[in-house]
């Protein structure tokens, strides 16, 4: 039998990757230091240029202002149910709708997949007069319900491509097995391919979530009323034209990137064994 040899790279090369790796995971985390660092700071010390990791005479102060004397908890409040209503309607409609364009072939077909697709060429900001103008016909300017529409609007064409293409990946004869064994075409659907479609919707989630849970720009022109201000918005209200409150700013933020890493740590089970399921088993 012939031997065989395994391929290494030189120590230089496997030094060099390291390096950069280190460098560049200093690099994403310094800001989000700098910004808890911030945080911490006293209010005499905002504007310091110190650079140490931990600020001298290091206080919460800002958190226990944002909590008690300032509105944060309603922006949080309204933040998740907006969020999680654009989620829950993201997933329903994208599982349903990138099924439909994967097992269809119907009239407009190909041409919805290439609208779907080139609405995403188009910035955000060329929608908004369109979304106002909509929803002031609708009634639902200034409300819950309008923005969550327009949020879903925004997210749900990537979302249904992203389903249809990982749906492509999983064998129609699984479908047509349980179809034999007596399951309807919506049974087959809920009972099989769900399941393995598990880590597209954990990615549809988390996009139609982040989508809604971080936006300002669409959710500035819709809302007027105060009581309704999401987390972007309400942060917004720490910048003046003279003066910026740097500390509630910083620790808003902080709590702001909270439940995305969260959810990221939770499903991250879910988003790694996406390379392995969908797969078809001889």
């Known amino acids: 039998m012939a031997g065989s040899y395994l391929h290494k790279d030189p120590w230089w090369m496997t030094t060099l990757i390291y390096v950069f790796l280190i460098v560049f995971t200093i690099a994403t985390i310094y800001p989000i230091i700098v910004v808890i660092n911030v945080s911490l700071r006293p209010g005499n010390m905002l504007h310091t240029t110190s650079l140490s990791l931990i600020p001298k005479n290091a206080t919460l102060e800002a958190y226990r202002t944002l909590f008690l004397h300032k509105p944060f908890l309603r922006w949080l409040f309204n933040s998740t149910i907006v969020s999680g209503m654009v989620t829950i309607l993201g997933v329903s409609l994208a599982s349903t709708a990138g099924y439909a364009f994967s097992r269809f072939r119907f009239r407009g077909h190909d041409f919805g997949m290439i609208v779907l697709i080139t609405t995403q060429m188009f910035p955000v900001t060329m929608l908004l007069v369109p979304l106002f103008i909509m929803l002031i016909s609708l009634h ?111 620790a808003g933020a902080v709590i702001v990137c909270i439940p995305v890493v969260a959810l990221f740590l939770v499903l991250s089970r879910w988003l790694i064994s996406g390379l392995t399921l969908g797969s078809v088993k001889g």
């Open 140 to 250: 639902l300017y200034d409300t819950f319900l309008g923005l969550v529409i327009a949020y879903s609007a925004t997210v749900l064409p990537f979302c249904i491509w992203q389903m249809k293409g990982y749906y492509d990946t999983i064998s129609v004869s699984l479908e047509e097995a349980a179809r034999i064994d007596g399951a309807s075409h919506f049974g087959a659907f809920y009972q099989i391919v769900l399941p393995l479609a598990a880590p597209a919707l954990v990615i549809t989630a988390l996009f139609s979530f982040m989508g809604a849970w971080s936006e300002y720009l669409v959710a500035a022109v819709i809302l007027n009323d105060k009581t309704l201000y999401t987390l972007p918005l309400g942060l917004k209200q720490f910048q003046s034209n003279f003066d910026t409150e740097w500390g509630l700013y910083a």
